[in-house]
């Protein structure tokens, strides 16, 4: 039988996978990371680690204290609501670009594509379901309609401050084992697009940006 050779790592491995780990809450904020461990699992350099690291502190997603060690930085209650005002605004102009420039057909279409999408969120969403799974078809959900807005390119402008977005969005499933909420906001963006009426999807989309907001302080302040 002929043995495998073992993987070798990267540095884009590495980084790749620790942050991953992060976003995924397999590395919980707060908790301190070892550059030495990190080398031994990765069977890489020391180097590679530090590199890998020093481009996660640039992203936000680590703190590295002087004579302390590395350490996954905390969830920021300030900053998570200020991506949740930009999501809110960017997808704002994304549906009023829908509502604007896409045909009555078109518009059907679209509404059609993200029923049976929200279909699939609800069936992982039950009991015993996928919650990543469950977590990609949101994300996917809300890169459809800017993707149908053709404003696809904007998500990949601010993609990685919005993985923070998407790292709260774990904490708060893991704290809370609720996914209702954001069912509803779904449930609720195919409502605006059936209204066909951009003022009614204003209002719907601040008030739930500000359910969100709330929301988010309270968790991050009892749990992070």
Do not use: C
């Amino acid at each position: 039988m002929i043995s495998k050779s073992p993987k070798v790592y990267t540095g884009e491995d590495v980084f790749d996978k620790v942050l991953e780990d992060i976003v995924h809450l397999l590395l919980e904020p707060g908790m301190l990371i070892s550059e030495n461990k990190m080398g031994r699992d990765f069977q890489v350099s020391r180097s590679v680690i530090r590199s890998a690291f020093g481009r996660l502190r640039q992203m936000g997603f680590i703190d590295i204290l002087p004579q302390r060690g590395s350490y996954v930085s905390k969830i920021d209650a300030n900053y998570i609501e200020d991506l949740l005002f930009l999501q809110s605004a960017i997808e704002k102009e994304a549906v009023n670009d829908i509502l604007w420039n896409l045909s009555e057909q078109e518009q059907k279409a679209i509404i059609g594509e993200l029923e049976t999408q929200l279909s699939q969120q609800k069936i992982f969403a039950q009991e015993g379901g996928s919650y990543p799974e469950f977590m990609r078809l949101h994300r996917e959900f809300h890169r459809k309609i800017m993707e149908k807005a053709k404003r696809q390119r904007v998500m990949d402008i601010v993609g990685d401050n919005l993985l923070h977005l998407e790292r709260y969005r774990h904490f708060e499933i893991a704290h809370t084992h609720i996914t209702e909420h954001l069912l509803r906001e779904n449930a609720e963006m195919i409502e605006v697009l059936q209204s066909r009426d951009f003022a009614f999807a204003v209002k719907k989309m601040n008030e739930h940006r500000d359910r969100e907001v709330h929301l988010s302080r309270k968790l991050i302040e009892q749990y992070g």
